[in-house]
């Protein structure tokens, strides 16, 4: 089975880092892609950033370009997202999921949802 696992989310003060991991199994993990979303209380879903786990390459939504940043370690079979310089309007929860199917760099309809965890950064 297909398992995504996110977690490192709590409470940082603005300007703060933290880092996510997302442990994946169940999946050849050098293919595919691994997105992370984030959901605000009251607003909809939206990417953050994606990776491509055959090649490396990497996408940011606008916001956080600059600020956060994916890797991968394909020996351990986890996608990180390094988020630095903290606002409050990174304040979510946030998820990580797969693409299994290859729908794009970093497709809204993902196959498989982890869990999410919680970011909250205080003023």
């Known amino acids: 089975d297909v398992q995504l696992q996110a977690s490192g989310g709590g409470l940082v003060q603005v300007g703060g880092s933290l880092r996510l991991s997302c442990a994946a199994s169940?999946?050849?993990?050098?293919?595919?892609?691994i997105g992370w979303f984030r959901q605000a209380p009251g607003k909809e879903r939206e990417g953050v950033s994606c990776i491509s786990l055959a090649n490396g390459n990497t996408y940011y939504t606008d916001s956080v370009k600059g600020r956060f940043s994916v890797s991968k370690d394909n020996a351990k079979n986890t996608v990180y997202l390094q988020m630095n310089s903290l606002k409050p309007e990174d304040t979510a929860v946030y998820y990580c999921a797969v693409d299994l199917v290859g729908r794009g760099k970093c497709p809204r309809n993902m196959d498989y949802w982890g869990e999410g965890t919680l970011v909250t950064v205080s003023s």
């Open positions: 169940g999946f050849t993990f050098n293919e595919f892609t």
